[in-house]
């Protein structure tokens, strides 16, 4: 196939079009944040429609609307420079832009490095896609199986035999679906071995499938589960009520309790109840993890006892494993030592790996019962599903995900562990660490705020998230607020033991510990002294 060259016209287009883009972000201030006037702009300069014939627009008209009912954009056919202009001087000042700053500490983001932007701008320009495993045709399936292979061993998964079943999301949501899905069948398979039954969810689906093994129910036992879990569970026909709260206590709430996950399995089995476990590793709001130093040898045991399936939700924290070995993180590789046992962990790129959106990771040593799953049957234009698990073997992504059709975001992640490499990671998320824990010993030590979960606890339990509220209840109520109005830096609102807090979650490489540390303490100082004042 002879590639036909976009035509100079085209060619100038889009490199004006990404220099301007460059130009507009760095004519930015310093704000994490766009300006309140930028955002409401940005609404309001929706080109309006042009009312389709006969439509009586009296309505439109009213004000009050204006909140509630954003203008449905023309489609007259603006033409592309006037496009370009609108979106890059309207639209994109109305943007978060979390990727350009140091300091946006909101939800999990992360950023994107420059090397995986212009790796993710590789893909748009190619509009590659990634389907069949067709080594003659294109080389996109070997780079990413090699992005896979990579990652495992960043995360010293052990060698990338173990996880033949592996696979390219859009994210930890979708990966938690692929466990619980992947988990489900292979339960519900332990059952049906014994009773020496064909009948499989995948062919006949749950509720036959449960019928011939005997199964009543399926549970998932976890503590602090995220609520991408829960919407998984339902997605794969489980419900949210299948996820079980097996909490150690309430001062520490995210530890999963093995001795009452013992009991349920143990009770389950008598009355039909098949289950998975989904290890939090770690919970998004405390940032703290389920397990600590030999839990997960115990949890594996036990699994393996009563025909359970582990599940790993390692959207970020399982990155701790790819921190320098040294003392300082010690603390941090024991919530995450033992993850290599589980059946299938989730991880996430689009956070601390900071390759662009929409990147997740989904990794499972039961390659034929993902396969079952996720193949295409009676296809024959497809390659067909496989079967071996050697290394050497590519499954063809479509047979093994959600979509059958998808992007190439395995070329960002790919020049991604090329260009940093195990170290270059390794100080990249160390800095992470080392400025939630700035930030988290400032407010154990202020007399104005207070450090959450747990006071008492040793900074080495922090690995990016800190969580805490303002002493004086009037300003805690306001604290978010007050933090995001400086445009310096931003963080998002939860609540912990029922009352607000602020989480902040540090996920960018473009983090300096000591610029930030001072930045962020300077902004809190003024928080509170604006407050008295
Ligand atoms: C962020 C997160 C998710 C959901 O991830 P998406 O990438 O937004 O789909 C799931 N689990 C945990 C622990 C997370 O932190």
């Known amino acids: 196939m002879a590639p036909s060259p976009p035509s100079s016209a085209d060619a100038d287009f889009l490199s004006d079009a990404y220099a301007r883009l460059r130009q507009t972000v760095a004519d930015r201030d310093d704000g994490t944040l766009p300006l309140p006037a930028a955002l409401a702009h940005a609404v309001s300069a929706l080109p309006r429609a042009a009312p389709p014939p006969g439509h009586d627009n009296s309505a439109d008209d009213d004000d009050d609307d204006a909140d509630t009912d954003p203008p449905l954009p023309g489609l007259a056919g603006l033409g592309r420079a006037a496009t370009l202009d609108h979106l890059l001087s309207d639209i994109v000042p109305g943007l978060n832009s979390q990727a350009l700053s140091p300091r946006y500490y909101g939800f999990v983001t992360g950023g994107a490095l420059p090397i995986a932007e ?100 399926i549970q998932i036992l976890t503590s602090m589960g995220h609520s991408s879990l829960s919407k998984a569970a339902s997605v794969v026909g489980l419900g949210h009520r299948a996820v079980r709260e097996m909490r150690r206590s309430e001062e520490e709430p995210w530890r999963l309790d093995l001795d009452a996950v013992e009991r349920e399995l143990a009770d389950g089995e008598g009355r039909g109840v098949a289950s998975m476990v989904v290890v939090s590793a770690g919970e998004v709001n405390t940032g703290r993890f389920a397990l600590n130093a030999l839990d997960m040898p115990k949890l594996r045991s036990l699994a393996d006892r009563y025909g359970a399936w582990i599940h790993v939700d390692g959207a970020f924290g399982i990155f701790a494993r790819a921190l320098p070995k040294t003392d300082e993180f010690l603390s941090l590789r024991a919530n995450v030592a033992g993850l290599e046992l589980a059946d299938s962990i989730t991880v996430d790129g689009h956070k601390l790996l900071n390759v662009p959106y929409d990147t997740g990771f989904f990794l499972t040593r039961n390659a034929s019962v993902l396969a079952q799953v996720f193949s295409n049957p009676n296809a024959a234009y497809l390659s067909p599903p496989p079967t071996s698990s050697s290394a050497a073997h590519i499954n063809s992504p479509l047979n093994i995900g959600l979509e059958n059709s998808r992007r190439f975001r395995a070329l960002p992640v790919y020049a991604v562990l090329l260009s940093e490499g195990r170290d270059g990671m390794a100080l990249i998320l160390a800095r992470m660490v080392r400025l939630a824990r700035a930030v988290a010993a400032f407010v154990r030590d202020s007399r104005d705020y207070e450090w959450l979960p747990d006071e008492g606890a040793s900074l080495e339990s922090t690995h990016m998230v800190v969580l805490f509220r303002a002493k004086d ?51 809190l100082e003024g928080v509170v002294k604006g407050w008295r004042g």
């Open 118 to 217: 212009a790796a993710d701008n590789i893909v748009s320009a190619l509009d590659q896609n990634v389907q069949v495993h067709l080594p003659a045709h294109s080389a996109s399936t070997a780079v990413e199986d090699a992005a896979l292979r990579m990652l495992v061993s960043l995360l010293g998964l052990g060698d990338p035999s173990v996880w033949p079943g592996r696979t390219i999301t859009t994210g930890a949501t979708a990966s938690n679906i692929l466990g619980l899905a992947c988990g489900r069948e292979a339960v519900i398979a332990a059952r049906l071995v014994e009773r020496d039954s064909d009948v499989t969810v995948a062919d006949d689906g749950l509720l036959a499938a449960c019928q011939a093994a005997g199964v009543s129910a």
């Open 473 to 523: 209840e009037r300003l805690n109520e306001v604290l978010v607020e007050r933090i995001n109005e400086t445009r310096r830096m931003y963080v998002s609102g939860t609540q912990w033991k029922g009352m607000k807090a602020v989480r902040l979650a540090v996920g960018s490489w473009r983090v300096d510990v000591e610029r930030d540390g001072e930045v962020v303490r300077g902004l």
